[in-house]
């Protein structure tokens, strides 16, 4: 197996040839490329490859320094669709 | 509705929840694992002094000590998100219910950053950390060989805590080069961050690197003769000249590809072996679990020497907003003590805000003992994290000057808000 293949968002299957490529193609952001690749938006909410996606990245970052690069959304662990509806068990 | 909440049940929040409440505050600790200690519990090593440092046996005493003050605690239970009103009330989601508090301290500690190999998708590949929880704390033999990818601290440490097991670690050697490995895989930048952190405990691989040391030049020549087999610590062979460009199997770990590099961590074609092994650890480093912080809009700081991305904080744990606290790990990477030592101190923060009164020196000996503990510490993450602390107290100071600019008032209950 090569770097190109491996396997980098495990949720969404997004590979290191993608996000590479994807990044070269479009010269993106790590928001971009989230959203180009769905690296990130899987069931875990990209809690293993956050910072992978961060540094395939190319594109100029809005204040790299004082921001978080891919923005943290609730609920940061899974919940139910049970619970999600309000719906009883 | 409870006085306090602490996010987090590691060094940092338990050492919090006591001293708040035998301050005479009710506390509630919600985390998300099954027991308390955080990542404490999984800690066992050797102090300079000879003594052993137990985290099973710490992380009781911590437990016992806030049970006592009446701390209720809450286990298995993952926060998913918080939320403020304008009355400064923080909501705290849990699957099952909702929490109020006016003073919420996250203390979620330290998350472990990815290292990419190829093939690290199969079963028996793990991180290092979760090796050392297998190992220390359930007592279970992640495998009978393993070998251990990236080169720190943390890993020369579970390296040792492995082999104590009676787990035999092949090696401990870089991941190949690529651009999402970068430093990792970077045999000078890997033996320079080691040789910095002075008092680390794999002190046999410092000794060996100092004496070629003294300057630039000599760090390159460090990496040049780094003996192709390695240098070995505790029997453990450490290979910065060695990098895992693969891990194979067929449906788990078999074994890894391992290839020379270059004193740059270019692969030298042609050298490729493969290594037998039933289990593999990726060890990237760790970087502050910042993610509620970040859902109550904390401004951040990307501060390397603190591990990554921190929350804007004072010296007394307060955050830009209102009644929310951090303490440990989520400030910046350090040990099990000085996260404890930040914990006392947001305890106290919380109980003066609370309206406990004549605490005033107390916060200031506490802060006072987080400096002390950390000029002693036995385990350093960063060769230069009192440097990273300073900037952080720069940058609140910036942000209190702003404040007083725009005419709002700042007082050491951080009332700003944001
Ligand atoms: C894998 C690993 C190994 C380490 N090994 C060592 C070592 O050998 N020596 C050393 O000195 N330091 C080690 N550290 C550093 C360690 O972080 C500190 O020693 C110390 O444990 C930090 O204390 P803390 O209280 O800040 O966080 P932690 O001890 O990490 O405790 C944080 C707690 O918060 C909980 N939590 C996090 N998010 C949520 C949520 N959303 N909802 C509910 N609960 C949540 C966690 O379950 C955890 O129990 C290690 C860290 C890691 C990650």
Redesign the interface.
């Known amino acids: 197996?090569?770097?190109f293949?491996?396997?980098?968002c495990?949720c969404e299957e997004v590979t290191?040839g993608e996000l590479?490529k994807t990044a070269e193609e479009f010269n993106c952001t790590a928001r971009e490329l989230k959203l180009r690749t769905r690296a990130g938006m899987g069931y875990c909410g990209g809690?293993?490859?956050r910072?992978?996606v961060d540094?395939?990245a190319r594109g100029p970052e809005i204040s790299?320094?004082?921001?978080?690069t891919l923005?943290?959304?609730?609920?940061?662990?899974p919940?139910?669709f049970g619970?999600l509806g309000g719906k009883e068990k | 509705m409870t006085d306090v909440i602490v996010i987090g049940a590691g060094p940092a929040g338990l050492s919090a929840a006591a001293v708040a409440a035998e301050k005479g505050l009710n506390v509630l600790v919600i985390d998300?694992y099954m027991k308390p200690g955080g990542r404490l519990l999984g800690q066992l090593y050797e102090e300079p002094d000879g003594s052993w440092w137990n985290g099973i046996e710490e992380s009781a005493k911590l437990f016992n000590r806030a049970a006592e003050a009446g701390v209720t605690i809450k286990l298995q239970t993952?926060?998913?998100?918080i939320e403020t009103t304008a009355d400064g009330i923080w909501s705290v989601?849990t699957?099952e219910e909702t929490f109020v508090t006016r003073h919420l301290l996250i203390a979620t500690g330290a998350?472990e950053?990815?290292v990419?190999?190829?093939?690290?998708?199969l079963p028996g590949v793990m991180s290092v950390g979760a090796a050392q929880v297998m190992t220390n704390v359930h007592r279970v033999k992640p495998g009978n060989r393993g070998v251990i990818i990236g080169i720190n601290v943390l890993s020369a440490a579970i390296a040792m805590e492995l082999k104590l097991a009676g787990v035999e670690v092949a090696s401990l050697s870089l991941p190949?080069k690529?651009?999402?490995t970068?430093e990792s895989a970077d045999p000078r930048k890997v033996l320079n961050s080691l040789l910095h952190v002075s008092h680390m405990a794999p002190s046999p691989l410092v000794r060996f690197g100092s004496r070629f040391l003294q300057n630039d030049i000599m760090k390159k020549l460090g990496v040049s003769f780094f003996p192709k087999n390695g240098v070995k610590m505790w029997d453990i062979p450490v290979q910065l000249r060695k990098a895992v460009i693969?891990i194979?199997g067929e449906n788990e770990v078999e074994g890894v590809v391992m290839a020379n590099v270059t004193s740059d961590g270019e692969v030298i074609k042609g050298t490729e072996e493969r290594i037998t092994a039933d289990f593999v650890c990726i060890a990237?480093g760790l970087?502050p679990l910042?993610?509620?912080a970040?859902?109550a809009g904390c401004?951040?700081?990307?501060i390397d020497e603190l591990g990554g991305?921190v929350p804007l904080h004072n010296e007394q744990m307060e955050t830009t907003l209102k009644g929310l606290y951090v303490a440990g790990n989520i400030t910046g990477i350090e040990g099990a003590k000085v996260a404890a030592a930040q914990g006392t101190t947001a305890g106290l923060t919380i109980a003066r805000n609370s309206g406990i009164h004549g605490l005033v020196k107390e916060i200031q000996l506490a802060i006072q003992s987080i400096k002390q503990t950390r000029d002693n510490a036995s385990i350093q993450f960063h060769p230069e994290v009192k440097k990273g602390r300073e900037i952080i107290q720069e940058k609140w100071e910036e942000h209190a000057r702003a404040l007083e600019g725009t005419g709002s008032e700042v007082t050491s209950e951080a009332e700003a808000g944001g």
């Open positions: 197996m090569t770097d293949e491996m396997i980098i495990r290191y590479i809690r293993t490859c910072p992978m540094k395939a790299k320094d004082t921001e978080i923005k943290y959304q609730p609920p940061l662990r919940i139910s619970r | 998300e993952p926060v998913n998100n989601y699957e998350a950053a990815p990419p190999v190829p093939g690290w998708t190949g690529n651009s999402m970068e693969e194979y990237g970087y910042a993610e509620l970040a859902v401004p951040f700081y990307l991305y």
